[in-house]
């Protein structure tokens, strides 16, 4: 196959190139640039905050106000999880990639998906507002009657962002799920849906069923908060752990919201840099399914020593092990899907391997948590900390860095520079465990979260995270340079530089606008991989081979 | 494509018009569910208070006014057969019976925020509003606010729910069906504002109950 | 002071509960390091033999069947369920409340933890308790939620504001650890910090004598049942139709909706509160009054105390 690498003078980036076009476009792909903006500004915040707490942290004293660090992981966390982690997947590759993936033109409601944008924006701005009027030191969790009677701060701007910001998740994940439904190209049966098109329906049915909980529960806190009602007041009849249970019951399957993606990102990069079809795609999919459905029961094994009742907490462990059973089998095709392949060792393919490997400690460390007596003495201490930074940072940041790097070539028709993204996928790896396996120790000795002091046995610990925490923040901090340089200067590519088999592969790089002149025709499930000599067949049933 | 006052085509991402008229009524239904599950998280909570104050919830629940509650659930009834009339009636064609049958659901929707309002005066006035004039009647404490925290916020984001949809029908009048966008052969907007419209009715078959009858006996 | 294992990465081990704990945490460790080393493994030895470019053959791939999955999901399964198993046992052991030998009183206010023991003594922040003995906390808060955690006893339980909490534990050596507040309770959140001095019984009873001039808990809960009015209707020669509260403590409480609960503090601490949410049967609701927001927790507790000690009363009889 020869690739002519034409620069198309109409693409979707190109096609217009006033602010305005871009402010009102309806093209999911520029829709997704625009989300990707968004969510890179919050994780720089989030990513400030982390490296003020790391900063802090690095000696028992700190250099940092109590009610100052108190607002700093509180920012860190909110923006983290609802201004990064949750939309960064769906809302940028999703967007980008979802309808490509299927043969689609654009997403079912692409004014929908463009109001979605200024909503969270909105959130955002809302956040900003109560940070910089003097900031919240609730921790994300919210839990009243601390944050609705005793905090000082802007709980309710906070709590308010939160709940806009619920709006925007609701409505991509709407358009997700009708797109899915109603506008897969002919021949693009269900199961030929590439694993990862799997996970966004997978993770948007969570979503839209996990969200409006939470929407309600925030909603409650602000009338609370703001008026004064006594709704989680128990002086005023009201009951605290009413609130961590609805908080739960949304951010249980929350975590899940964060993982699916990833999982479903992993899942293509894996495939096309071992040159193998994914060993077990039903299986991956029913994984992802089961993964969906368990997430909603098992929301109380955050509240074990909270005073539920001690036959539920017995039933919410249990449950809690029953869902390491699909990614169980996740994790097992994963690694049985290099068996016999031919592997590439791209930096998205690192990302990815890195990805396998720190989600399985970051979940296996959940399964101890999830165990009764030890999360007595672990629960809300650094342990926790460790397991769940291993699979948001280890697991889906790797991912969603593993993501960037794959359709980067698509997105922009550049290549990146690919020894510098080695190199960062390498330091990533390395400064993350660096910060995160001291913090396992700190917590098993019984350091607890949210200390803005501690005594000074745990220092040479603490120092060594922070430590890690500053290669970490090189490693983060690199894309953003080389990226930006190879906007200009990198190499140019073709429709499809690695050779894989997605839809998404067969237009140009960048697509133009509406992404086909014409609706393809689908005769293939994906990953047709042939690793004996690397080559493949697209899923519009075109073979090519392997350059 | 069908002849009509104006012709119609479908949107760049749909092959057809049943295409796009289909997609937009799944992408309602599943917008309604997650709205049954925000109002359904409400009424759970509620009914948790409720059986823990049995007592206090019910005491306080008889200052609910019965008659306002009773009047608006016959209203919204009537306003859902009316929304069902004029979607046949555009099925068919019958221009005119459309639109007086959307102008009658518009009119009975806002009969009931009118209703709605008068109720909250009488509230008002009973000094049942937490915080801003709430008195403690004997036999609620502590409890008895929280069923009225329950109470405005259940009723209040209902109304908000149905101002939009009166706002939806009177875009359906004044803009859609003018410009003569709803015809025989596509009028699945006005469905979907109808889906929207019997779940906000469906909203208060719930509320009601659980506000102004559990306990009253 | 010596506050931590030799071990820079192991707490110190001072409780029967912490022992328990520890060897459940090893055996954990030892399963995941296995499964961890058993992927890596895996994944080393795959990404080195089917590099790109290296010539082994990849005719034969294994065929997709569910032996796979099923048999390495359920073997890692099996295993982790005898853990699961393991861990829920001794969380029902340790939840469980067993009666203490020693039952203490604690209640905590941002930033600090209050004591009370059976005999008067109080203190704040540092808890004397003898060692080998089963000691039993009662836990309130006066704010936010906090949490009591010991981490050489491997011990933790949220203090949750409105209801009462509890937890034991039996101290094996003697010394002094340290306890943590764990739950996010405000600025000083950090510095919500304690002492447990275990002390040899010798030692104990010594304290307690050279502390010990107030009178007990039970005695000042006696004077705030009269203080507040409870004894004009509880009492002996009351004419209010109100149940008698001698030997009530421990009992169980038949209510009018049919339920039945046990008169523990927990009981007795709602009623004072909310008297009406559990009404015993035979008897009128709405004629006992609230107190909330007249009682501090503190005298509530004590309140407790002398029911409790009426309720013994009641059994030694
Ligand atoms: C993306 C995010 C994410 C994900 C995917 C998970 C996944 C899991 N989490 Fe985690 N968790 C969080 C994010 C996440 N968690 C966060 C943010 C918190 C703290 C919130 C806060 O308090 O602020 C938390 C806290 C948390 C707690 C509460 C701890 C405490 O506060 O005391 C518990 C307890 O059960 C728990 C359990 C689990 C389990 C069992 C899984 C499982 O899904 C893991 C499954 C995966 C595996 C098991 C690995 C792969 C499997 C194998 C290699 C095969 C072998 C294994 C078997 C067959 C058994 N998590
Ligand atoms: C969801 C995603 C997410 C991500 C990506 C991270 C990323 C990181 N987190 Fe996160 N963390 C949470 C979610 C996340 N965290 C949550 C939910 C909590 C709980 C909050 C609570 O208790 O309420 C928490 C709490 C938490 C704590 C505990 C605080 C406490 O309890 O007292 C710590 C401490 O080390 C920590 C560290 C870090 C570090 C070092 C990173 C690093 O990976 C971050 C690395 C990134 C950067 C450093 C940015 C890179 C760019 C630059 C460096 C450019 C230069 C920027 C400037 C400094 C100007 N986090
Ligand atoms: Cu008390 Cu934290
Ligand atoms: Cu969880």
Not at chain 1, 92 to 109: E, K, R, S, W, Y
Not at chain 1, 175 to 189: E, K, Y
Not at chain 1, 305 to 327: M, T
Not at chain 3, 54 to 67: E, F, G, L, M, P
Request: proline fraction near 5%; glycine fraction near 8%; charge should be neutral.
């Amino acid at each position: 196959m020869t690739t002519i690498a034409i620069d198309l003078p109409r693409n979707y980036a190109t096609e217009e190139n006033t602010i305005v076009s871009w402010l009102f476009t309806k093209d999911h792909k520029r829709i997704a640039l625009l989300f990707f903006a968004s969510i890179t500004f919050f994780f720089f915040i989030g990513g400030f905050a982390a490296t003020m707490i790391r900063l802090h942290l690095a000696t028992p004293g700190g250099l940092l106000q109590p009610s100052v660090y108190n607002r700093m992981f509180t920012v860190h966390g909110v923006m983290m999880v609802w201004f990064f982690l949750i939309p960064s997947i769906p809302n940028t590759f999703g967007n980008f990639f979802l309808p490509m993936m299927i043969g689609a033109h654009d997403l079912a409601f692409p004014r929908v998906n463009l109001l979605s944008w200024y909503v969270f924006n909105l959130s955002g701005l809302v956040l900003l507002y109560a940070l910089v009027m003097g900031g919240i030191d609730t921790g994300w969790t919210f839990y009243p009657p601390y944050s609705t009677q005793y905090a000082s701060g802007y709980v309710f701007a906070a709590a308010l962002a939160v709940f806009i910001n619920g709006f925007s998740s609701i409505m991509t994940s709407l358009n997700f799920v009708v797109t899915t439904h109603r506008l897969r190209a002919p021949g693009m049966t269900w199961l030929r849906l590439p694993l990862f098109v799997w996970a966004m329906y997978s993770v948007s049915i969570v979503m839209l069923t996990a969200t409006p909980v939470l929407a309600m529960d925030m909603f409650l806190l602000c009338v609370e908060r703001f008026i004064g009602v006594g709704m989680f007041d128990p002086s005023r009849g009201g009951d605290p752990i009413l609130w961590q249970h609805m908080f739960w019951f949304y951010s249980h399957p929350a975590v899940y919201i964060m993982i699916l993606p990833a999982m479903g990102v992993v899942s293509e990069l894996i495939s096309c840099y071992a040159r193998r079809p994914i060993f077990g795609y039903l299986g991956m999919v029913m994984a992802l399914m089961a993964i969906a459905i368990i997430s909603f029961f098992v929301w109380a094994h955050h509240m074990f020593v909270a005073g539920i009742s001690i036959y539920s907490a017995v039933v919410f462990s249990l449950l809690s092990f029953f869902v390491a059973v699909p990614s169980a089998i996740k994790v097992f095709n994963w690694t049985v899907s290099l068996h016999k392949g031919s592997i590439v060792f791209d930096a998205p393919m690192l990302y990815a391997l890195g990805f396998v490997l720190l989600f399985t400690i970051g979940g296996l460390t959940g399964l101890i948590v999830a165990t009764l007596a030890v999360d007595v003495h672990v629960h809300d201490t650094y342990f926790v900390i460790a397991h769940f930074h291993y699979i948001m940072v280890g697991g889906t940041v790797s991912a969603f860095f593993g993501g960037l790097h794959y359709w980067w070539p698509k997105m922009t028709g550049r290549f990146y520079p690919e020894s510098w993204a080695r190199f960062a996928a390498t330091l990533t790896f390395v400064g993350f465990n660096l910060t995160f396996f001291p913090q396992f120790i700190l917590g098993y000795l019984g350091m607890p979260r949210r200390y803005y002091t501690y005594v000074p046995a745990w220092e040479s610990w603490n120092l060594l995270s922070s430590a890690g925490a500053s290669i970490l923040a090189v490693a983060y901090a690199l894309p953003l340079f080389y990226l930006g340089w190879s906007l200009l200067y990198g190499r140019r590519a073709g429709p499809n530089p690695w050779g894989a088999t997605g839809l998404e592969w067969t237009t140009p790089s960048p697509p133009p606008t509406h992404n086909w002149e014409l609706t393809p025709t689908v005769k293939l499930g994906p990953y047709s991989y042939n690793p004996e000599d690397g080559s493949y067949i697209t899923q519009d049933g075109v073979k090519h081979a392997y350059v | 494509m069908p002849m009509s006052s104006r012709t119609i085509s479908p949107e760049i991402q749909y092959a057809d018009l049943s295409q796009q008229g289909d997609t937009a009524q799944l992408g309602m239904w599943v917008f309604i569910t997650t709205e049954t599950l925000f109002f359904g998280t409400l009424i759970f909570t509620y009914y948790i208070y409720r059986i823990l104050y049995s007592h206090e919830f019910d005491v306080a629940a008889r200052d609910a006014v019965l008659w306002c509650g009773s009047a608006n659930i016959g209203i919204l009834i009537t306003s859902s057969l009316t929304m069902v009339l004029a979607i046949n009636a555009a099925a068919d064609g019958r221009r005119r019976a459309m639109i007086w049958w959307l102008i009658a659901t518009a009119a009975l929707g806002m009969c009931f925020l009118g209703i709605k309002g008068y109720e909250y005066n009488l509230d008002y006035n009973d000094k049942v509003v937490p915080v801003a004039n709430f008195e403690m009647k004997p036999g609620e404490a502590p409890a008895g606010e929280l069923f009225w925290v329950f109470y405005w916020v259940g009723t209040g984001l209902h109304a908000i729910h149905l101002t939009i949809g009166v706002g939806l029908v009177l875009y359906m009048l004044l803009w859609r069906i003018r410009r003569g966008e709803i015809t025989p052969d596509y009028y699945a907007p006005l469905e979907v504002v109808g889906l929207y419209w019997s779940f906000v009715d469906t909203v208060w078959l719930f509320l009601f109950p659980s506000i102004y009858l559990v306990g009253r006996s | 002071m010596d506050q931590y294992h030799w071990v820079p990465f192991w707490p110190r081990t001072a409780a029967l509960n912490a022992v328990v704990v520890n060897n459940l945490y090893i055996a954990e460790l030892g399963l995941c390091g296995l499964i961890i080393a058993m992927v890596v493994g895996m994944m080393m030895t795959f990404c080195v033999r089917y590099r790109q470019g290296s010539t082994v053959s990849r005719a034969d791939r294994v065929k997709k069947t569910w032996h796979w999955e099923i048999t390495w999901t359920t073997a890692t399964l099996v295993a982790f369920l005898v853990l699961f198993c393991w861990g829920a046992s001794i969380y029902i052991w340790l939840f469980k409340t067993p009666p203490g030998d020693i039952e203490i009183y604690v209640v905590a206010k941002q930033w600090m933890w209050k004591f009370q023991h059976p005999g008067g003594q109080r203190e704040i922040d540092t808890l004397h308790v003898p060692v080998d003995k089963t000691i039993r906390l009662v836990m309130a808060s006066q704010d936010v939620i906090h949490s009591f955690f010991v981490p050489a006893f491997r011990v933790k339980r949220d203090v949750v504001s409105g209801t009462y909490e509890t937890i034991w534990f039996k101290a094996t050596k003697t010394g002094t650890y340290q306890i943590e507040c764990s739950q996010f309770c405000g600025v000083q959140h950090a510095t919500m910090k304690g002492y447990v001095v275990v002390m040899t019984p010798a030692d104990y009873a010594a304290w307690l004598t050279s502390h010990g001039i107030r009178e007990s808990l039970a005695l000042q809960g006696e004077a705030l049942f009269r203080q507040y009015g409870c004894s004009g209707c509880h009492g002996a020669n009351s004419t209010v139709h109100a149940p008698t509260l001698v030997g009530l403590y421990g009992s169980i409480v038949h209510l009018q909706n049919g339920g039945a609960v046990r008169a523990d503090e927990r009981y007795i601490h709602d009623k004072i509160l909310m008297p009406n949410e559990q009404i015993p049967a035979g008897y009128p609701s709405n004629v006992m009054p609230s107190f909330a927001g007249q009682i501090s927790e503190d005298n509530i507790l004590k309140l407790v105390a002398y029911i409790q000690s009426i309720g013994s009363q009641e059994f030694s009889r």
